[in-house]
C-alpha cells in the first residue's frame, strides 16, 4: 500500500527566503506524485505533479519538485518565500496503474512567511 | 476551466436531520468523483469513490448507511448525511475526475457543523 510521510508539520521561513517542505513517500509499483495547496476554507489546487519523464516538475507560483526514487523523495521548493505562499501544503501519491485516481495524502505542512 | 463546485459551502443542522452535499463538475465531465473528510488541521481522508451509474466505494470505516452518496450524471454527485450527529461535524471536500485529462480536480469543500 502507498503512503506519504511529510516532515514537519509547521515549516515557519521568512519572506524572500528559501521555501523547502519535505515528502517522502512509500508504493509498491511506480507512483505518480502530486503536490496541492490549500488555503483555509477552501478546496485544494494542484502545485504540480509528477508523472513520468523528467525528475524535476515546475509548477505554479515559483514551486517546483524533484522525484528521487533512489531516497523515496519529493520534496517541494521554492527559492523566494512570498506572503501569499502561507497555507497548508500536501504531499499526495497515487498509484500509476490507476492514473491520477484515489489519492493518499501525506498529513499536511502549515507554511508560515514573516515579513 | 475544470471548476467544480460544491453547495452549500456552510450548513449548520441539529442533530438527527439529514443533510445533502452537492458537488458537480461545472465544465466538464466526470465519471469518477471521490468524497473527502478533513479534520481541523488535519489531512483529507477519503471517505469513498462516487461512479456514474453505479453503487459508490467507501473505504474501510466508513459506514455507507450514514453516508449516502448518488452519482445520478456525470456532472453532478451528491453525499447525504443521515441523522447528523456532531461528530459528523467537518470540513467535506469533493474531487471530480475529469474525463479526458483523467486527472483530479477539487471542490471548495462544505464545513457542516452539527448542533
Known amino acids: 500500500a502507498q503512503s506519504v510521510t511529510q516532515l514537519g508539520s509547521h515549516v515557519s521561513v521568512s519572506e524572500g527566503a528559501l521555501v523547502l517542505l519535505r515528502c517522502n513517500y512509500s508504493?509498491?509499483?511506480?507512483?505518480?506524485l502530486f503536490w496541492y495547496v490549500q488555503y483555509p476554507n477552501q478546496g485544494l489546487q494542484l502545485l504540480l505533479k509528477?508523472?513520468?519523464?523528467?525528475?524535476l516538475v515546475k509548477g505554479i507560483n515559483g514551486f517546483e519538485a524533484e522525484f528521487k526514487k533512489s531516497e523515496t523523495s519529493f520534496h517541494l521548493t521554492k527559492p523566494s518565500a512570498h506572503m501569499s505562499d502561507a497555507a497548508e501544503y500536501f504531499c499526495?501519491?497515487?498509484?500509476?496503474?490507476?492514473?491520477?485516481?484515489?489519492?493518499?495524502f501525506g498529513t499536511g505542512t502549515r507554511l508560515l512567511v514573516s515579513p | 476551466g475544470a471548476v467544480v463546485s460544491q453547495h452549500p459551502s456552510r450548513v449548520i443542522c441539529k442533530s438527527g436531520t439529514s443533510v445533502k452535499i452537492e458537488c458537480r463538475s461545472l465544465?466538464?465531465?466526470?465519471?469518477?468523483m471521490f468524497w473527502y473528510r478533513q479534520f481541523p488541521k488535519q489531512s483529507l481522508m477519503l471517505m469513498a469513490t462516487?461512479?456514474?451509474?453505479?453503487?459508490?466505494?467507501?473505504e474501510q470505516g466508513v459506514e455507507k448507511d450514514k453516508f449516502l452518496i448518488n452519482h445520478a450524471s456525470l456532472t453532478l454527485s451528491t453525499l447525504t448525511v443521515t441523522s447528523a450527529h456532531p461528530e459528523d461535524s467537518s470540513f467535506y471536500i469533493c474531487?471530480?475526475?475529469?474525463?479526458?485529462?483523467?486527472?483530479?480536480?477539487f471542490g471548495p469543500g462544505t464545513r457542516l457543523t452539527v448542533l
Open positions: 465544465d466538464f465531465q466526470a465519471t469518477t
Open positions: 509528477y508523472t513520468t519523464g523528467a525528475t
Open positions: 474531487s471530480a475526475v475529469h474525463i479526458i485529462y483523467n486527472e483530479q480536480f
Open positions: 462516487s461512479n456514474e451509474g453505479s453503487k459508490a466505494t467507501y
Open positions: 508504493s509498491s509499483v511506480p507512483p505518480y
Open positions: 499526495a501519491v497515487s498509484l500509476m496503474n490507476t492514473g491520477f485516481q484515489k489519492l493518499v
